[in-house]
Nanobody, 122 residues
Framework: QVQLEESGGGLVQAGGSLRLSCAAS????????MAWHRQAPGMQRDLVAR???????QYAESVKDRFMISRDTTKNTVTLQMNNLKPWDTAVYYC????????????????WGQGTQVTVSS
């Protein structure tokens, strides 16, 4: 199993910045894509940003030019830098990763973190 641990959420005023981090841990695994999703109360969970193993990025239209996703493949970490935050960015943010675990068999996995709350006040 691959576990994901998030950090960096909190309360910030509109226009401020926050940085979320997520670290993957386990044994004998290789990560493919890493991503951040968010879920506001009563809403579905939506993709915020994704980064592939070769560095290609994808962003939700609502966060383009404000958020930046990056990863350190040597440390199995992914970071989401969030700038110019808006009240509607308030949500629980979840880290997600997929890849393969190498044991007696090669097994695909998709893991989620426990979520971290981001609250933006107006």
């Amino acid at each position: 199993q691959v576990q994901l641990e998030e950090s960096g959420g909190g309360l910030v005023q509109a226009g401020g910045s926050l940085r979320l981090s997520c670290a993957a841990s386990g044994t004998n695994f290789r990560l493919n894509d890493m991503a951040w999703h968010r879920q506001a109360p009563g809403m579905q969970r939506d993709l915020v940003a994704r980064v592939s193993s070769d560095g290609r990025t994808q962003y939700a239209e609502s966060v383009k030019d404000r958020f930046m996703i990056s990863r350190d493949t040597t440390k199995n970490t992914v970071t989401l830098q969030m700038n110019n935050l808006k009240p509607w960015d308030t949500a629980v943010y979840y880290c997600e990763a997929d890849g393969f675990v190498y044991g007696q068999e090669i097994t695909a996995f998709r893991s989620w973190g426990q979520g971290t709350q981001v609250t933006v006040s107006s």
